[in-house]
């Protein structure tokens, strides 16, 4: 077994021998083995990664909010059994007696990979250890998460999936500043990846912002232009957490919309959070109506 410990307090633990070939670690959205004596494959998100020999699980498919927090692993030379169980309680698992034992408990699991060939050689783990979630202290929250301003261009996204990539690219560029646990940042990037395409790389901020503004670079947009006196709002509703040290942090549930308003018109964002703290530089009369509210800038009305 080895174990690294990164920066941001993710822990990867790679389990079994050095044979086959490597293959890239995943996000998990399904989940499934193939084994007998031993594990002879693991299927990741439909990706099979080792041979046909042994009998096939049932699949595991996630739930937006469902997650391995648990794994039992025996390993030596290749695995030679895994167990699994998510949050939910559902268990997946299969193999024979050899190798030694490992245990993952009170985890959440990032992403899965390994090396593999003819059998499951390697099996690695990304995850965050000692997992504590966070807790939810507003829902259905109005957001606006970012601005244009006048005399600039708005770009709109038409297409649904588009523009939910854009409201996680706007809300991530927003988080690049701040500093958060790796139980929260797990949890975020876990919410981007059950809502886009972005491939898994690493849960930092800047990674994910970077795949993002990727993935944007296929969908088709049009701009308008914001004129002079008026403002152009991009606007979410969210839900608001509280991690474990403290944090606040929020997520998109909806696809963003996109409005040009006057900068007297500043009633129509009464409300609404601001999560760039900035927006009064635009609309100079919501600073009468500005305070703070779960961690964020709120114009109450």
């Excluded at 259905?140 to 649904?160: G, H, M, W």
């Amino acid at each position: 077994m080895k174990t690294l410990t990164m920066e941001n307090g993710v822990v990867i633990s790679n389990y079994g021998g050095e044979g086959g070939d490597t293959f890239n670690a995943e996000f998990v959205r399904s989940l499934a083995i193939r084994s007998a004596r031993e594990v002879d494959a693991i299927i990741i998100n439909g990706h099979q990664h080792g041979g046909d020999g042994g009998d096939p699980s049932n699949t595991l498919v996630f739930a937006d909010d469902e997650y391995i927090c648990s794994m039992s692993i025996r390993s030596g030379a290749r695995v030679d059994q895994l167990q699994f169980q998510t949050n939910k309680g559902r268990t997946l698992g299969g193999g024979g007696d050899g190798g030694d034992p490992h245990q993952l408990s009170n985890i959440r699991v990032i992403a899965i990979g390994g090396r593999s060939a003819a059998r499951l050689d390697q099996i690695q783990i990304t995850y965050v250890d000692d997992y504590v979630p966070s807790t939810v202290l507003q829902e259905r929250a109005q957001f606006v998460i970012a601005f244009t301003p006048q005399n600039t261009l708005l770009k709109e996204y038409s297409d649904t999936f588009y523009r939910t990539a854009d409201s996680y690219e706007k809300v991530t560029e927003t988080r690049l500043s701040q500093k958060y646990s790796a139980s929260a940042e797990a949890e975020y990037y876990a919410k981007v990846a059950v809502s886009t395409e972005i491939e898994y790389v690493n849960t930092s901020t800047s990674t994910i912002s970077h795949e993002l503004t990727q993935e944007l670079k296929n969908g088709s947009y049009t701009e308008k232009t914001v004129n002079a006196g008026q403002v152009g709002v991009s606007l979410v509703n969210g839900t608001i957490m509280r991690s474990p040290d403290g944090h606040t942090w929020m997520f998109p549930t909806t696809p963003v919309s996109y409005a040009v308003i006057a900068i007297d018109a500043y009633r129509n964002v009464l409300n609404h959070y601001d999560l760039t703290g900035e927006l009064a530089t635009q609309m100079p009369e919501l600073i009468k109506f500005r305070t703070e509210k779960n961690g964020y800038v709120l114009y109450q009305g």
